[in-house]
């Protein structure tokens, strides 16, 4: 067999231009492992590739395509090629510009498969960059929400500061009302209390209101301890002990009290203030008296 008459042979075969009873006839050639083949499938091999890349890019037949798979396939173990006799109608059963126009088609398709491939990896990369962007953006949300709530947290904790200092400036009023009302009733009465040597330096004065029946106490000069509790007591001509109530100075040492008074109280004659151990006040005084004021 002539080289000529082999070669033509080996490129019909590889560009799968062959019918089945030649293509057959072939492989059974092919089969034994003869040195020098696979470097003759090779050129073949070479040659379709670069007719095929000089031809216009054109659409594959469907028969070409399962041509074309069948001889991949077919490719996975080691084939030789020895001479051969001259076959019918090698030549002729498809010229060398049809099998370049259908293998140029094959190219073209997996060409534009591959660029599908390299859209859809690029829109889903841009796709992780948008959504790596809205996680970034909902971090930011969260902690400006975060801070939000600190602030909210703060304006509450104001508010309610506010909400104690007015109740406070309103029982000031109220006490102050009241305070103004024993101050300017006309059967008040007062004593003026001096300290004791428990608490010298120490003075005030105590009113009640016999109309009214409050007592009012302003006194200053007690020791800066404000936990310190103190009572106002009263004393009657008949030996009667009234507890009027407790009250805590300031941290200046000044105290201010307001208290009401029984209606049967008798006629008072001294009034005193006692430092109490607690609030639990009995029918006279457990403390030791600090401060004293006796009717004239």
């Known amino acids: ?126 796709l992780l960059e948008q959504l790596a962007s809205a996680h970034g953006e909902v971090e930011q949300a969260n902690a400006e929400l975060e801070a939000l709530r600190d602030v909210e947290a703060e304006a509450q904790a104001e508010i309610a500061d506010l909400e104690v200092r007015h109740r406070s400036l309103e029982s000031d009023l109220v006490l102050a009302g009241k305070a103004i009302m024993v101050l300017s009733s006309e059967q008040m009465q007062s004593l003026a209390l001096a300290g004791t040597n428990a608490l010298p330096g120490a003075h005030g004065r105590v009113f009640w209101d016999w109309k009214n029946w409050y007592c009012y106490l302003h006194a200053q000069g007690f020791a800066s301890d404000p936990s310190s509790i103190y009572a106002v007591w009263l004393f009657t001509e008949d030996g009667t002990v009234v507890s009027v109530g407790t009250f805590q100075p300031d941290t200046h040492g000044e105290a201010t009290f307001l208290a009401p008074v029984p209606h049967d109280v008798g006629h008072v004659i001294r009034a005193g203030i006692s430092l109490e151990p607690d609030e639990d006040l009995g029918t006279k005084p457990r403390g030791e008296v600090v401060m004293l004021g006796q009717a004239s």
């Open 1 to 126: 067999m002539k080289n000529t008459d082999r070669d033509d042979t080996l490129f019909l075969y590889v560009a799968g231009a062959l019918e089945a009873p030649e293509r057959e006839d072939v492989e059974e050639w092919i089969a034994p492992a003869v040195p020098g083949v696979k470097e003759q499938l090779a050129c073949a091999e070479l040659e379709v590739a670069r007719l095929a890349a000089c031809q216009p890019p054109v659409a594959p037949s469907p028969a070409v395509r399962e041509r074309l798979l069948a001889r991949i396939a077919h490719r996975a173990a080691p084939q030789t090629l020895v001479s051969m006799p001259r076959r019918r109608g090698f030549r002729n059963a498809l010229a060398r510009p049809a099998i370049a126009a259908g293998l140029a088609g094959i190219l073209a398709a997996a060409v534009a498969g591959a660029l599908t491939f390299r859209a859809r990896v690029e829109r889903e990369a841009t």
